[in-house]
């Protein structure tokens, strides 16, 4: 039987001879519609705010059903110049890990407000990501952006999260975990965007902090470059680090695909890491598949692989999830879902079973 890394090598390639985005992040949305992230999502990279296109499809098209609300629909907007929303997401888990008593616990992973204040509508905004809980407020995204005239595009300067991969909900996937960009790990700098028909460019130029104080001397570079279709999409991603006491180049590339009622997913990362010695090489990979069988019902199956160092043999990692999630009326989402790690036969961590419920409310 093939292992994961070789099984999932051939998945990736088979996608890209093919052809190829939560109620806060979910990437197959977009894969599913044919949208780029930036229909839906404020920031044109996905996360965060929605639009009021994106509050509309998260309350008509996403739901099981629709609780009556005497014909209003929120959109976020208190006025033209001033939006809200916001997110909030609790869990219950299971962990199982080999030669340790089991552990269950009830949590609240996350609660955010959003605000955007659009000073000239359509050209020159402020936008805020906080996160409020748990642990009190912690600023997650400040910046002012302005789009020229034509839309196509921005510049904007704050902090952010940075432009890398696919943007999943999940923080621990090991395409987020291992690569330091997400969800936890916004950067100060500035960011430079083009979005046309079919493109969807971002570079930015940051601290390399992730979002600690700037050092004396370096500076973090990324850049991500997408085509969108409307059946597949395809891109890459290039980031740097040379921040004094870092030194970390990442690539990868990433793909989408849409077949029949199956939306794909998939990203492979390599990464060169001079903060060990000897210099490290380690390869991530991930796929997706979202089956959304019925209206507000989505089966996610999640494949994942990491390797930490290329020169060690059978040091390998892999994870598997399922999970459904069931929109059963606006504002509101449950998901349940299991977990796999398969990792080195010595670390008890990296053979853990994990067993969750989660509970996301959303505006």
Not at 92 to 115: G, I, K, N
């Amino acid at each position: 039987m093939l292992r994961l890394h070789a099984w999932l090598a051939i998945a990736l390639a088979a996608i890209a001879l093919a052809q190829m985005r939560k109620a806060q992040a979910e990437p197959y949305f977009a894969v599913q519609t044919g949208f780029k992230c930036g229909m839906c999502h404020v920031n044109p990279t996905g996360g965060g705010m929605r639009t009021a296109f994106g509050d509309v499809w998260s309350q008509t098209v996403l739901p099981a059903s629709q609780l009556d609300t005497g014909g209003d629909v929120w959109i976020g907007e208190l006025n033209k110049f001033f939006a809200v929303g916001g997110n909030l997401r609790a869990s219950a888990t299971l962990t199982s890990t080999p030669h340790q008593q089991t552990l269950s616990a009830f949590d609240v992973d996350e609660m955010r407000l959003y605000f955007e204040v659009r000073a000239l509508p359509d050209r020159l905004s402020l936008y805020v990501d906080e996160h409020i809980a748990p642990g009190g407020s912690i600023n997650s995204e400040a910046y002012g952006r302005l789009w020229f005239d034509n839309r196509r595009f921005y510049v904007q300067a704050g902090q952010m999260y940075l432009p890398y991969g696919i943007r999943l909900q999940d923080d621990s996937a090991f395409t987020r975990q291992v690569t330091g960009i997400n969800f936890a790990t916004p950067d100060k700098g500035v960011q430079a965007g083009l979005e046309t028909t079919f493109w969807s460019v971002q570079l930015a130029a940051t601290n390399g902090t992730a979002g600690a104080g700037a050092r004396a001397e370096g500076k973090q570079y990324s850049v991500r470059a997408e085509h969108v279709e409307n059946r597949w999409r395809a891109g890459a991603s290039f980031s740097s680090n040379n921040s004094t006491g870092e030194r970390r180049q990442m690539q990868g590339i990433f793909a989408g695909l849409r077949t029949g009622p199956l939306a794909w997913l998939a990203e492979a990362d390599y990464i060169l890491d001079d903060n060990f010695a000897p210099r490290r090489k380690q390869t991530i990979g991930l796929l997706e598949a979202d089956w959304s069988f019925r209206k507000g019902h989505n089966l996610k199956i999640t494949a994942e692989y990491f390797d930490p160092d290329t020169t060690i043999r059978h040091d390998y990692q892999d994870r598997f999830s399922i999970v459904w999630e069931y929109t059963p009326f606006q504002f509101l989402q449950v998901r349940f879902g299991a977990r796999n790690y398969d990792g080195i036969p010595q670390n008890d961590a990296q053979n853990r079973r994990l067993v969750f419920a989660q509970i996301n409310g959303y505006f």
